[in-house]
């Protein structure tokens, strides 16, 4: 069992800069790949990063290629979304999701065994 617990959302101008983090439970995390997901109000959640479970590939949907960053600390236990340039329509709530080592189809929600409970990103014009 993981948990997972992220921090790090807020209100932020068109333009600016957020780091979210992703906690997770258990000493098997290395052993996970991570995922970053998105849900704004009246759509459907969608893929934003991926990062292995060795850190060896990292995964962007189109529209942040540039613009966002994924990483992870091991020993912490923790992955990172570093959001760069934002725009208002990258507000939702983020979410972040675990999936043991292995799987391929990182950009896909359905193959994520484990989730956060989200934290949300507003972006002001």
């Known amino acids: 069992q993981v948990q997972l617990v992220e921090s790090g959302g807020g209100l932020v101008q068109a333009g600016g800069s957020l780091r979210l983090s992703c906690a997770a439970s258990?000493?098997?995390?290395?052993?996970?790949?991570m995922g970053w997901f998105r849900q704004a109000p009246g759509k459907e959640r969608e893929f934003v990063a991926a990062?292995?479970?060795?850190?060896?590939?990292?995964y962007f949907r189109n529209s942040m290629k540039g613009r966002f960053t994924i990483s992870r600390d091991n020993a912490k236990n923790t992955v990172y979304l570093q959001m760069n340039s934002l725009k208002p329509e990258d507000t939702a709530v983020y979410y972040c999701?675990?999936?043991?080592?292995?799987?391929?189809?990182?950009?896909?929600?359905?193959?994520?065994?484990?989730w956060g409970q989200g934290t949300q990103v507003t972006v002001s014009s």
């Open positions: 999701a675990a999936v043991r080592e292995g799987v391929l189809s990182l950009w896909v929600s359905a193959a994520y065994d484990y």
């Open positions: 258990g000493r098997t995390f290395s052993s996970y790949s």
């Open positions: 990062i292995t479970w060795n850190a060896d590939n990292t």
